[in-house]
């Protein structure tokens, strides 16, 4: 099956930078923990997250919150077309086995219309 633009955004986070999420707090937490089910996404958000889940803090690591808003930024328009998605469209995609980076999460199923 084809890769999504998520299963590509979420491999190169994680491949290239080592953000796959992580243990900090005893329970395993990834960016997709805080993805909403609905509604805009932007990719400044999605960095928030990504931080977020590898246990970085908002308000005393600002600066790092900053750089790599500045970084991710281009790669989330890379993959997902656009600085801001909807987030329906972050996704896994059903056939993808790359578990070394979401060793917990399954494809997203769209829901069809009328179900």
Same mark, same amino acid.
Do not use: I
């Given at each position: 099956m084809k890769k999504t633009g998520f299963d590509r955004l979420a491999? &190169? %986070? +994680?491949?290239? #930078? !080592? $953000?796959?999420g992580s243990g900090h707090t005893g329970t395993f937490v990834h960016v997709t923990d805080f993805l909403p089910e609905s509604? =805009? %996404?932007?990719? &400044?958000? /999605?960095t928030d997250w990504l931080l977020i889940a590898? !246990? #970085?803090d908002p308000e005393s690591q600002a600066e790092v919150f900053e750089k790599f808003r500045a970084i991710f930024r281009p790669i989330f328009i890379k993959h997902?077309?656009?600085? +801001? %998605?909807?987030?329906?469209?972050? #996704?896994? *995609? =059903? !056939?993808? *086995?790359? !578990? $070394? /980076?979401? =060793?917990r999460r399954r494809a997203r199923r769209r829901s069809r219309p009328g179900t």
């Open positions: 491999c &190169e %986070v +994680c491949a290239k #930078y !080592g $953000f796959c509604g =805009p %996404v932007t990719a &400044e958000q /999605f590898d !246990g #970085y997902m077309g656009a600085d +801001c %998605v909807e987030a329906g469209l972050l #996704y896994y *995609s =059903p !056939g993808n *086995s790359d !578990g $070394f /980076f979401h =060793p």
